[in-house]
């Protein structure tokens, strides 16, 4: 089965610091979820911190396989789009649940379908790695930020818990997975970006577990890029 041997592969590529930060992921994970179910002044409820544990693992292996351009990060990123919307959804985040419902979840399939027709010559497991011309560039600064006002705007008339930077993180995000979907490395430069701003979030809305994955995201996005220019450069013939 194709779906298998992609993840055995791609879990093979991991590397010996990408399983200590999904360990201490882990850890952090499962010591929110005993503080869930003993702590009466938890902000969670018990099945919600559940919900955050299996976020946080699926997360985890998800970002550092997307960050390797493989094709079996699509398995975590269907279970983790499915928990988060749910944990969203709850604290009335409402423009990256917005985000995660309407863009992120239906396209996660469309990605798959695209990846998959479009593999690595020597490692089947990965994806092959293209890059924008310098105009495309520019057009989309322009409407992350444009995107990122009307956002704002329909967020501040919802009342959501914290219209800029959930404006933002919706805006750069859209952006962000589409150029995924296509498969375009400058899609890291839109990840590092949103993470930073799920950061600042999630210090703001204290949240212990998604402010340590939010950082540890941040770490692998910056290791994707490199990885993604690094493929784009040596691997792929698309762009020579």
């Known amino acids: 089965m194709a779906g298998v041997k992609d993840i055995k592969a791609s879990m093979k590529s991991l590397k010996w610091y990408e399983w200590i930060m999904a360990a201490v992921m882990i850890v952090i994970a499962g010591l929110a979820v005993y503080n869930g179910f003993t702590d009466p002044n938890s902000k969670n409820p018990g099945w919600l911190t559940i919900i955050n544990f299996i976020s946080a693992v699926c997360g985890i292996f998800c970002v550092f ?28 985040i409402w423009g990256t ?57 329909i967020l501040v008339r919802l009342h959501g818990t914290v219209p800029w930077l959930d404006a933002f993180t919706l805006a750069i995000g859209i952006v962000a997975v589409v150029l ?9 430069v839109l990840w590092i970006i949103t993470d930073v701003i799920a950061v600042a979030m999630y210090i703001q ?24 220019i690094k493929l784009n450069r040596v691997r792929n013939s698309e762009n020579k």
Do not use: C
């Not at 995924?180 to 890291?188: G, I, P």
């Open 65 to 92: 396989l997307t960050a390797k351009a493989s094709i079996s990060n699509f398995w975590f990123a269907t279970v983790n789009t499915t928990v988060y919307i749910i944990y969203l959804g709850y604290w009335h």
């Open 205 to 228: 809305h204290f949240d212990p577990v998604y402010l340590t994955k939010k950082s540890i995201y941040l770490i692998v996005a910056v290791i994707g890029l490199a990885n993604w």
């Open 97 to 153: 649940f917005a985000l995660e419902l309407l863009v992120y979840f239906p396209i996660n399939f469309i990605s798959w379908f695209i990846w998959s027709r479009h593999r690595d010559e020597k490692e089947e497991h990965l994806t092959k790695s293209k890059r924008l011309p310098w105009y495309a560039d520019l057009a989309v600064v322009a409407g992350v930020v444009a995107f990122a006002f009307v956002a704002h705007a």
């Open 180 to 188: 995924e979907m296509f498969r375009y490395r400058e899609q890291y």
